[in-house]
């Protein structure tokens, strides 16, 4: 079966049942959890909407920003952030909360932090097909090895943490445009990867450990490595 949501402001919000498509009819605004407990919570493809969850994400179903190629957006601002499957389609997802934050594993299209002095911690490996902001703060690899796989640019003036473990992370970069205010490592051998097959721009930092470019291209420092 398939429902519509309405549109508006909820405190909790939770879908159940299984094997359900429930489309939100209008922009959304959660002031505490969204809860999916199974199905799927779709945006629709009738015009980009906006998300905000203020609470905690928990989903156990599917969130799918696919619908119409539209520039859909997912805002989440509390610190627990879990979900089984992202169909990100051209959509972002914005971390925003002035709290620490989970940043759920999987593949998205945008995905974008935002706000200052707050941790964002991946919980698995994560895949960007197309841009990776990190306008303030830090994102964190955390403690356990994980590999970050940009395919887009690389901005923002926040900082890359890959110290804790210490284990061997990874960042592939594919973009041609990477910067980014500080890279933080340890003693572990983390590796930052450059794989565009063309063109691109190798962000500074004095604390890189290993330092590979896979394919061929120019690789233009923007300063002192």
Same mark, same amino acid.
């Given at each position: 079966?398939?429902?519509?949501?309405?549109?508006?402001?909820?405190?909790?919000? /939770?879908?159940?049942? #299984?094997?359900?498509?429930?489309?939100?009819?209008? =922009?959304?605004?959660?002031?505490?959890?969204?809860?999916?407990?199974?199905?799927?919570?779709?945006?629709?493809?009738?015009?980009?909407?906006?998300?905000?969850?203020?609470?905690?994400?928990?989903?156990?179903?599917?969130?799918?920003?696919?619908?119409?190629?539209?520039?859909?957006?997912?805002?989440?601002?509390?610190?627990?952030?879990?979900?089984?499957?992202?169909?990100?389609?051209?959509? +972002?997802?914005?971390?925003?909360?002035? &709290?620490?934050?989970?940043?759920?594993?999987?593949?998205?299209?945008?995905?974008? +932090?935002?706000?200052?002095?707050?941790?964002? /911690?991946?919980?698995?490996?994560?895949?960007?097909?197309? =841009?990776?902001?990190?306008?303030?703060?830090?994102? #964190?690899?955390?403690?356990?090895?994980?590999?970050? #796989?940009? #395919?887009?640019?690389?901005?923002?003036?926040?900082?890359?943490?890959?110290?804790?473990?210490?284990?061997?992370?990874?960042?592939?970069?594919?973009? &041609?445009?990477?910067?980014?205010?500080?890279?933080?490592?340890?003693?572990?051998?983390?590796?930052?990867?450059?794989?565009?097959?063309? =063109?691109?721009? &190798?962000?500074?930092?004095?604390?890189?450990?290993?330092?590979?470019?896979?394919?061929?291209?120019?690789?233009?420092?923007?300063?002192? &490595?």
């Amino acid at each position: 079966g398939v429902q519509q949501i309405f549109a508006g402001t909820y405190n909790n919000l /939770t879908t159940q049942t #299984s094997n359900q498509i429930r489309t939100i009819q209008g =922009d959304v605004s959660v002031n505490n959890n969204l809860t999916i407990t199974l199905g799927t919570f779709n945006f629709g493809n009738v015009a980009a909407r906006n998300v905000v969850v203020n609470g905690n994400l928990s989903v156990a179903g599917t969130i799918d920003m696919s619908g119409g190629a539209l520039a859909h957006v997912l805002t989440l601002n509390g610190p627990n952030n879990a979900i089984a499957t992202l169909t990100s389609g051209s959509g +972002t997802v914005i971390y925003s909360g002035a &709290v620490a934050q989970q940043i759920f594993a999987g593949t998205y299209y945008n995905l974008a +932090t935002q706000t200052s002095d707050q941790v964002r /911690t991946i919980q698995g490996n994560v895949t960007v097909n197309n =841009d990776l902001t990190i306008t303030l703060g830090t994102f #964190s690899f955390g403690n356990v090895i994980r590999t970050v #796989s940009v #395919s887009g640019n690389l901005s923002g003036a926040g900082t890359i943490d890959m110290s804790g473990g210490p284990v061997a992370h990874v960042l592939n970069l594919g973009g &041609v445009n990477n910067a980014i205010g500080t890279l933080t490592t340890a003693a572990a051998a983390s590796v930052v990867n450059y794989n565009r097959p063309g =063109d691109q721009f &190798v962000f500074a930092s004095p604390n890189y450990r290993d330092l590979t470019i896979s394919v061929s291209g120019n690789k233009t420092m923007q300063g002192n &490595v």
